[in-house]
C-alpha cells in the first residue's frame, strides 16, 4: 500500500526507528542510575533525618510505590506477601553448679553442705518465625514497565529536594531552554555553514583568516567560552548581565519590561553557543565545499559561464546535504554543550535545573531532564531525516527505485 | 610515508600543532618533577585566591596565586593536566579500539552483519553521549575514579570512530588486491589485520586524535558540572574549574582561578584540531590545492 | 573559409601549493576554419586538459598564462576579465562538452533547471518568463529524438548515461556556440550509446547548430573516422599536426609512430601486428626541459637529441616536432 508513496513509506520507517531508539534510551534512562545504589534509598538517607520508625517506613513505601518499585494489584492497592521473617532472640541462660562440699564436724561425721554456684551465664540464640506482611517487590522488568508506563503518562516522579512532580520542573524549564537553544543552534548552523562555504569557493585571504580563527572557535570548550564571555562582558566591562534569564528585581513586570530584560539577558548566553557552533561548522562546511569545488558538475557549472551566484548556490546546496547529516548526528552534543552554557549563565532552563538537582543529589530531576533531553535529540533527528529526504533528489531517487 | 612526514613537516598547522600539543605532554610528564611544590599542600597564611603573596619578609611567590585554600595553581593546573590527558588518552584508546574492530568489522563483512552493527552505532550516537554520562557519573557518588570516567567516556564515544572507520573499511572491501587476497584463501582476520587496516592506519590515527581531544573536552565537561572525579590526587583541570567557579573565581575577578586551566584545556584541543586537520590535507590532496 | 580560432604559441602553466611551476602547455599553435574538425589525441596527463580551459580563456587559479595568444573571430581572450570571459565568451563562442557526462550534471537540480541556468547566465539582463525558456529547451532537445518531457524533468540520477550524455550535450551547445570542444564525450559508455552519442553530435553539425569541433579522445581509430585535422600532443607539445589521414595512416613523428603501433594495431588490415607499447613514462613537467622532450623513450634518439630543443617544421606536408623525422 504504501509502495507508492516510497516518501511515505520512508518517513514511517525512519519513526519506527526513532520510536525504537526512544524505547532503549528509556531503558538506559532506567537502568544506568541503578548501577550505583538504590535511589530510594539515597532518598531515605537524606528525607527521613528526623523521622519516627513507623513514619519513615511508611514513606519508604510510598517513594517505592511511586517509583514503581512494588507491586500493585488492579485496585491500586499495594501486593503484600506473607514474608517469614526470621528474628534471631538472645536467650540468657544461667547454669548453675551444685557444688557439694563436705565437711568433716568434730564427732568426725561428714557434713555435706550443698550450695549453688553460678557457674557461667550462657548467651543462646534462639530464632523466632514471626509472619509480617511486606510489599511485594517488583521485578527489574516490570520495574522497568512501570516506569515506561509512567512516562508514557507524563509522571516522572517527585523531586527529593521539594516534592514537586518533575514535570512541572520540566515544564518551567524547557522554553528558556528551546528559547535559547534552538535559534542559536539553527543560526549558528546556517552562519557557519555560509561562511565556511564562502571560504572553500574564495579560498585567498578570505580562507586564510577565517579558517584558523574558525578552528579556534570549535576547540574551545562551551564553558569556556562562555566564562570568557561572562568574566569579560559581564563582570569586568558590565554590559550585559551575567546570570538568570530575566531581571528578578521586576516584580510584577509588564509584557515589555519583560521582554526587554529577557533579551538583555539573552545576549551572551546566545553567542557563546552561537559562535562555537558557527566555528565548528564553518570547518567542516569548508572541507565539504572544497570537495565539492573538485567535482565535474562545478568544473561543468563553471566552464559553462554560469553565474558566479549560481555556482555557490550549487555548491552551498549539495555540501548542505551532507552538512544536514552532521548536524542530525551531532545535534546531541551541541545540545549538551549548550547545556553547560545555560550552567554556565545560570539560565534557567534545563541545563540549569539539571546542575541544581546534581548538586543536590535530587534523583528525579536528573532522570527526568535527561530523558527529555535525549527525546528533544531524537525528534530534532527526526526531523533532519525528513528533511534531507525531502531536499535531496537523490534520496528521494533511490527512494522510488526503492520500491520499484 | 616518508613523503607524507615530509609534506607533513612543510604544513604550519602540523608544526604548531605538534609543538603545542608535545609542550603540554612535556609539561604534564616533567611539570611535577621541575615544579615541585605539592598541589594538596595548602598554605594557611595566604589568604583564598591570592594572586602572589609576600609576607614576614619571606618571598613566598605564587606564579598563578592559590585557590580558595591556599593550594598552588601551578602545582594544581600541572596534576590537572596531567590527569586530562590520562582521561583523554585512556578514553580515546578504548573508543578508538572498539570503534576500530565494530567499524572494520561491519564495513568488511557487509550483509546483515553490517546492517546491524551500523543501526547499533547509530542508536549510541543519536542518544547523547552528554546523557549518559551524566546518569551514570550521578549515581556514582563514590569511587569516581579517573579510570571510570575515561572508560566511561569511551564507551560513549566509540560510535563515532566506528561509522567512520565503517565507512573506509566498506570503500576497501570491493578493491582488487583484498579480493585476490581472498581467492589466495586468506582468512577474514588475516585479510583486515594484513589488507584493509594498514590502509586504514593514518585513517584511524586521525580519528584517534580526534577521540583524545573529545576525552579531554567530556572530562572536562563533566567536571565542570559538578560529576568529576573525586578522590585524592585526582584533580583534573575541569575539576579545578569547577571549585573555583562554585568559589565565586569568577564573580570575584579572580581570572587566574579560571583562565589558565581553561587556557590549557582549550590549548590542547586547538593543538589536536590543528594536527587532525594539517593531516586530513596531506592525506586527502583534495582538500590541498 | 573564414578562420574561427587562431592559437599563437600557446603556454601555460599552473602553480602547486609550493609554489613550483608546472608548464602544462608548451608553444601550441594551430588555425581552425569555420566548418573545421580538429582531433587532438594525446596520453593522459599530455596537457590536454589544460589546453582545453586555455582555449575558453578560463585562468582560474592555480592556472595562468605564460605567452601566446587565442582569438576567436579574432578576438583575444587573454588579458580579460574573468566576468567578460564568462559573460561573453563561454557557452556562446566557445563550448565545452566535458568527459564523464556521469558527474557532469549537478545532482540536485532538473535537467530543464540547468539549460535554464545556462540561458540566465548569458541573457541580456531582462528576465524571460519559465515558460518561454521552457519552449525553447523543448524545441532544442525534440531535436534529437528522445523523450525531451521526461529528460527535461527528470533528476541526473533518474537518467541512463546516455540520457545525461546527450543532456550534457544539448546543454554545452544551446547558445549555438562558434567552436565546441568535446573532452572524450564517448568515453565510460557502453559501444551502442557511443555510437548514438557521435551521431547526435553530428546531427548538431548538420542542422548547423554549431560548426566548428576540438574532439579529444585518445580513441584514435574514432578519430580517423570523426577528424579533419589531427594534433598529437605529447607532454604539453604538439608533436604532429596534420591532416587525419596523413597523422593515422602515415605518421613522421616517432611518438606518434608509437603510438599508433600501441593504438591501431587491432584494427582491421594491421592484424598481423601485435601491439606495441611504449616504454618508459612522460617527463615531468615541473622541471625545465631542455632537449627533446621524448628523447627518452624514442626508439630512433640520437645523442644530440637530448640538449637540443625541437620546434616543428614541415615534414611531408604536415607539422612535426622532430628534426630528424622523414
Given at each position: 500500500m ?7 513509506r ?15 534510551a528509556l ?12 535511589p530510594?534509598?539515597?532518598m ?18 510510598g ?9 500493585v494489584d488492579?485496585q491500586g ?7 517469614i ?6 536467650v ?5 553448679t ?5 565437711v568433716?564436724d ?8 550443698e ?13 523466632i518465625?514471626?509472619p509480617e ?9 516490570s520495574?522497568?514497565?512501570?516506569y515506561?508506563?509512567?512516562?508514557f ?8 529536594e521539594?516534592g514537586k ?5 520540566i ?6 531552554t528551546?528559547?535559547l537553544?534552538f535559534?542559536?543552534i539553527l ?18 585571504v578570505f580562507?586564510?583568516?577565517l579558517f ?7 576547540s574551545?570548550?562551551f ?10 562582558f ?6 550585559f548581565?551575567?546570570a538568570?534569564?530575566v531581571?528578578?528585581?521586576l516584580l ?7 521582554i ?5 539577558h539573552?545576549?551572551l548566553?546566545?553567542?557563546s553557543?552561537f559562535l562555537?557552533?558557527a566555528?565548528?561548522?564553518?570547518i ?6 572544497i ?21 555557490l548556490?550549487?555548491l ?6 551532507p552538512?544536514?547529516?552532521g548536524?542530525a548526528?551531532?545535534?546531541g ?7 553547560i552554557?545555560?550552567m554556565?549563565?545560570s539560565?534557567?532552563?534545563l ?8 548538586t543536590?543529589?535530587d ?5 527526568g ?8 535529540v531524537?525528534l530534532a533527528n ?6 534531507i529526504?525531502l531536499?535531496?533528489?537523490?534520496v528521494?531517487a ?7 | 610515508?616518508l613523503?607524507l612526514?615530509?609534506?607533513l ?36 597564611y595566604?589568604?583564598?585566591?591570592k594572586?602572589?603573596?609576600l609576607?614576614?619578609g ?7 596565586g592559590?585557590?580558595d ?17 590520562y582521561?583523554g588518552?585512556m578514553?580515546?584508546?578504548?573508543a578508538t579500539?572498539?570503534g576500530t ?9 557487509g550483509?546483515?552483519i ?10 549510541f ?6 546523557v549518559?554520562?551524566v546518569?551514570v557519573s550521578?549515581?556514582?557518588?563514590e569511587g ?6 575515561a572508560?566511561l567516556i569511551g564507551?560513549?564515544?566509540w560510535?563515532?570512530?566506528a ?5 573506509q ?6 578493491r582488487?588486491?583484498?579480493s585476490?587476497?581472498?581467492i ?9 589485520f594484513?589488507?584493509?587496516?594498514p590502509y586504514?592506519?593514518?585513517y584511524v590515527?586521525?580519528v584517534?586524535?580526534m577521540?583524545v581531544?573529545s576525552?579531554?573536552?567530556?572530562e572536562?565537561?563533566?567536571?565542570m558540572i559538578?560529576?568529576?572525579?573525586v ?19 569568577l564573580?570575584d ?12 584545556i ?12 594539517s593531516?586530513?590535507?596531506?592525506f586527502?590532496p583534495?582538500l590541498?590545492? | 573559409?573564414s578562420k ?12 602547486t601549493?609550493f609554489g ?8 601550441v599553435?594551430f588555425?581552425?576554419n569555420q566548418?573545421?574538425i ?5 596520453e ?6 589544460t589546453?582545453?580551459n586555455?582555449l ?6 592555480p592556472?595562468?598564462?605564460?605567452g601566446?595568444?587565442v ?12 566576468e ?9 563562442k566557445?563550448?565545452?562538452i ?12 532538473k ?5 535554464a ?19 525553447r529547451l523543448?524545441e ?9 518531457e ?5 533528476y541526473?540520477?533518474?537518467?541512463t548515461?546516455?540520457?545525461?550524455q546527450?543532456?550534457v550535450i544539448?546543454?554545452?551547445t544551446?547558445l549555438n ?8 564525450p564517448?568515453?565510460a ?14 546531427e548538431?553539425?548538420?542542422r548547423?547548430?554549431?560548426?566548428t ?7 584514435l ?5 570523426v ?7 605529447y ?11 596523413q597523422v593515422v595512416?602515415?605518421?613522421r613523428h616517432?611518438?606518434t ?9 587491432a ?6 601486428r ?19 622532450r621524448f ?6 634518439a ?6 637540443k ?5 614541415m615534414?611531408g ?10
Amino acid at each position: 500500500m504504501l509502495k507508492k508513496y516510497p516518501t511515505v513509506r520512508y518517513i514511517s520507517q525512519r519513526a519506527i526507528w526513532y520510536f525504537l531508539t526512544f524505547l532503549i534510551a528509556l531503558s538506559l534512562n532506567f537502568f544506568l542510575p541503578r548501577f550505583g545504589s538504590d535511589p530510594v534509598d539515597t532518598m531515605m538517607a537524606q528525607a527521613a533525618g528526623g523521622l519516627s520508625l513507623e513514619k519513615a517506613k511508611e514513606m519508604e513505601e510510598g517513594l517505592r510505590l511511586s517509583y514503581g518499585l512494588i507491586v500493585v494489584d488492579k485496585q491500586g492497592n499495594i501486593v503484600r506477601d506473607t514474608v517469614i521473617k526470621i528474628d534471631t532472640v538472645v536467650v540468657r541462660d544461667t547454669i548453675f553448679t551444685t557444688v557439694k562440699e563436705s565437711v568433716a564436724d568434730s564427732l568426725g561425721n561428714a557434713l555435706v553442705n550443698e550450695r549453688r554456684e553460678i557457674e557461667s551465664i550462657v548467651l543462646r540464640e534462639t530464632l523466632i518465625e514471626r509472619p509480617e506482611a511486606v510489599a511485594r517487590k517488583a521485578s527489574v522488568v516490570s520495574q522497568l514497565f512501570n516506569y515506561i508506563r509512567q512516562v508514557f503518562k507524563g509522571d516522572l516522579g517527585k523531586s527529593f529536594e521539594n516534592g514537586k512532580p518533575v514535570s512541572e520542573i520540566i515544564l518551567q524549564a524547557l522554553p528558556w531552554t528551546l528559547a535559547l537553544q534552538f535559534p542559536a543552534i539553527l543560526l549558528g548552523w546556517i552562519f557557519g555553514n555560509s561562511l565556511g562555504a564562502l571560504a572553500a569557493y574564495k579560498r585567498g585571504v578570505f580562507d586564510k583568516a577565517l579558517f584558523p580563527f574558525a578552528l579556534l572557535m570549535s576547540s574551545v570548550p562551551f564553558f569556556v567560552f562562555g566564562m570568557a564571555l561572562v568574566y569579560f562582558f559581564g563582570i569586568i566591562w558590565e554590559f550585559f548581565p551575567v546570570a538568570g534569564g530575566v531581571d528578578k528585581s521586576l516584580l510584577s513586570p509588564n509584557f515589555f519590561e519583560f521582554i526587554s530584560s529577557a533579551a538583555y539577558h539573552y545576549v551572551l548566553p546566545f553567542f557563546s553557543i552561537f559562535l562555537i557552533l558557527a566555528g565548528g561548522q564553518a570547518i567542516g562546511m569548508r572541507s565539504m565545499g572544497i570537495y565539492e569545488l573538485g567535482t565535474d558538475y562545478i568544473k561543468y557549472a563553471k566552464w559553462l559561464g554560469l553565474k558566479e551566484t549560481r555556482v555557490l548556490a550549487y555548491l552551498f546546496r549539495n555540501a548542505m546535504l551532507p552538512q544536514l547529516t552532521g548536524l542530525a548526528l551531532s545535534i546531541g552534543q551541541m545540545v549538551g554543550g549548550a547545556l553547560i552554557t545555560e550552567m554556565i549563565f545560570s539560565y534557567p532552563g534545563l541545563g540549569f535545573a539539571m546542575l541544581n538537582a546534581i548538586t543536590s543529589n535530587d534523583y528525579p530531576v536528573i532522570q527526568g531532564v535527561t530523558l527529555l533531553i535525549t527525546t528533544s535529540v531524537l525528534l530534532a533527528n527526526f526531523t533532519v531525516d525528513i528533511l534531507i529526504a525531502l531536499l535531496d533528489p537523490r534520496v528521494k531517487a533511490s527512494l522510488s527505485m526503492d520500491s520499484k | 610515508m616518508l613523503k607524507l612526514l615530509r609534506n607533513l613537516i612543510k604544513e604550519p598547522m602540523f608544526v604548531i600543532g605538534s609543538f603545542l600539543f608535545l609542550t603540554t605532554i612535556l609539561a604534564g610528564l616533567l611539570g611535577p618533577s621541575l615544579y615541585t611544590a605539592h598541589p594538596d599542600a595548602i598554605d594557611s597564611y595566604v589568604q583564598p585566591f591570592k594572586q602572589y603573596e609576600l609576607e614576614s619578609g619571606k618571598h613566598i611567590k605564587y606564579w598563578l596565586g592559590t585557590d580558595d585554600l591556599g593550594k598552588d595553581y601551578v602545582a594544581l593546573l600541572l596534576r590537572g593536566l596531567q590527569n586530562s590527558l590520562y582521561v583523554g588518552f585512556m578514553a580515546g584508546i578504548i573508543a578508538t579500539t572498539i570503534g576500530t574492530l565494530v567499524g572494520l568489522f561491519a564495513g568488511f563483512k557487509g550483509g546483515i552483519i553490517d546492517d546491524v552493527l551500523t543501526m547499533f552505532t547509530n542508536l549510541f550516537i543519536v542518544i547523547p553521549s552528554f546523557v549518559v554520562l551524566v546518569l551514570v557519573s550521578a549515581s556514582w557518588p563514590e569511587g569516581r575514579s579517573l579510570t571510570l570516567i575515561a572508560i566511561l567516556i569511551g564507551l560513549t564515544t566509540w560510535p563515532w570512530t566506528a561509522r567512520s572507520v565503517r565507512a573506509q573499511a566498506a570503500s576497501l572491501r570491493g578493491r582488487d588486491h583484498i579480493s585476490l587476497a581472498r581467492i589466495n584463501g586468506a582468512t577474514n582476520l588475516q585479510i583486515i589485520f594484513k589488507h584493509i587496516l594498514p590502509y586504514l592506519a593514518s585513517y584511524v590515527f586521525m580519528v584517534f586524535i580526534m577521540q583524545v581531544a573529545s576525552g579531554i573536552l567530556s572530562e572536562s565537561a563533566i567536571s565542570m558540572i559538578g560529576l568529576g572525579p573525586v578522590g585524592e590526587g585526582s584533580t583534573s583541570l575541569g575539576v579545578i574549574l569547577n571549585i573555583a567557579k562554585d568559589q565565586g573565581a569568577l564573580t570575584d575577578k579572580k581570572w587566574w582561578g579560571i583562565f589558565p586551566a581553561a587556557g590549557v584545556i582549550t590549548v590542547m584541543v586547538f593543538a589536536l584540531y590543528l594536527l587532525n586537520n594539517s593531516m586530513e590535507g596531506v592525506f586527502n590532496p583534495r582538500l590541498r590545492k | 573559409m573564414s578562420k574561427i580560432l587562431e592559437v599563437k604559441d600557446l603556454s601555460l602553466h599552473y602553480l602547486t601549493r609550493f609554489g613550483q611551476k608546472v608548464h602544462a602547455v608548451t608553444d601550441v599553435s594551430f588555425t581552425m576554419n569555420q566548418g573545421e574538425i580538429l582531433g587532438i589525441a594525446g596520453e593522459s596527463g599530455c596537457g590536454k586538459s589544460t589546453l582545453v580551459n586555455g582555449l575558453m580563456g578560463l585562468f582560474i587559479p592555480p592556472l595562468y598564462p605564460t605567452g601566446g595568444d587565442v582569438l576567436v573571430s579574432g578576438e583575444s581572450l587573454m588579458n580579460r576579465k574573468p566576468e567578460d570571459i564568462r559573460v561573453n565568451v563561454l557557452s556562446q563562442k566557445v563550448s565545452m562538452i566535458p568527459q564523464g557526462a556521469f558527474n557532469a550534471l549537478n545532482p540536485t537540480r532538473k535537467i530543464k533547471d540547468i539549460a535554464a541556468d545556462v540561458i540566465a547566465a548569458h541573457g541580456s539582463g531582462q528576465s524571460v518568463s519559465k515558460q518561454k525558456i521552457y519552449e525553447r529547451l523543448k524545441e532544442r532537445f525534440d531535436l534529437f529524438g528522445m523523450d525531451t518531457e521526461h529528460i527535461l524533468n527528470s533528476y541526473p540520477i533518474q537518467l541512463t548515461a546516455g540520457e545525461r550524455q546527450r543532456s550534457v550535450i544539448g546543454i554545452s551547445t544551446l547558445l549555438n556556440p562558434k567552436v565546441v570542444i568535446a573532452d572524450e564525450p564517448t568515453s565510460a559508455l557502453d559501444v551502442t550509446t557511443q555510437k548514438v552519442v557521435i551521431k547526435m553530435i553530428f546531427e548538431l553539425l548538420e542542422r548547423n547548430i554549431f560548426s566548428t569541433m576540438i574532439f579529444i579522445t585518445h580513441e584514435l581509430p574514432l578519430l580517423r573516422h570523426v577528424a579533419h585535422n589531427i594534433a598529437i600532443m605529447y607532454a604539453g607539445e604538439f608533436v604532429e599536426y596534420g591532416t587525419s589521414t596523413q597523422v593515422v595512416h602515415d605518421p613522421r613523428h616517432p611518438y606518434t609512430k608509437a603510438l599508433m603501433g600501441a593504438m591501431l594495431s587491432a584494427d582491421a588490415g594491421q592484424k598481423h601486428r601485435k601491439p606495441t607499447t611504449i616504454e618508459g613514462a612522460p617527463p615531468s613537467l615541473a622541471k625545465t626541459m631542455v632537449g627533446c622532450r621524448f628523447a627518452e623513450r624514442c626508439p630512433s634518439a640520437r645523442p644530440e637529441c637530448k640538449q637540443k630543443t625541437q620546434s616543428m617544421r614541415m615534414v611531408g606536408e604536415r607539422l612535426v616536432r622532430c628534426d630528424y623525422a622523414e
